[in-house]
Nanobody
Framework: QVQLVESGGGLVQPGGSLRLSCAAA????????MRWYRQAPGKERELVAA???????NHADSVKGRFIISRDNAKKMVSLQMNSLKPEDTAVYYC??????????????WGKGTLVTVSS
């Protein structure tokens, strides 16, 4: 059994900051790429940022310069530092990771999501 558990969502004013965290737990050999997605009301889920096990990152154009993805491999955790938040960043944010559970088994898992609301 593998779980991705997100934390850190909430209500923040425009221009404010939040930090999301996601921890992988369960029977895990290693965690490969980790990602944050978001889904705003009435919109499709979109990739926000990704990070490889080696630390190479990629951020969506809409969040470049404002959001930073990072990870702690020892703790099997990924974080998303969100600065200069805008109302259009309001969404449910989902953690996503490619997890190796055995020599020949790598599967993609999703967290349940955490709500971020940017509003005055």
């Amino acid at each position: 059994q593998v779980q991705l558990v997100e934390s850190g969502g909430g209500l923040v004013q425009p221009g404010g900051s939040l930090r999301l965290s996601c921890a992988a737990a369960g029977s895990i050999i290693s965690v490969n790429d980790m990602r944050w997605y978001r889904q705003a009301p009435g919109k499709e889920r979109e990739l926000v940022a990704a990070i490889t096990s080696g630390g190479t990152t990629n951020h969506a154009d809409s969040v470049k310069g404002r959001f930073i993805i990072s990870r702690d491999n020892a703790k099997k955790m990924v974080s998303l530092q969100m600065n200069s938040l805008k109302p259009e960043d309001t969404a449910v944010y989902y953690c996503n990771a490619d997890i190796r559970r055995s020599l020949y088994n790598v599967m993609t898992y999703w967290g349940k999501g955490t709500l971020v609301t940017v509003s005055s």
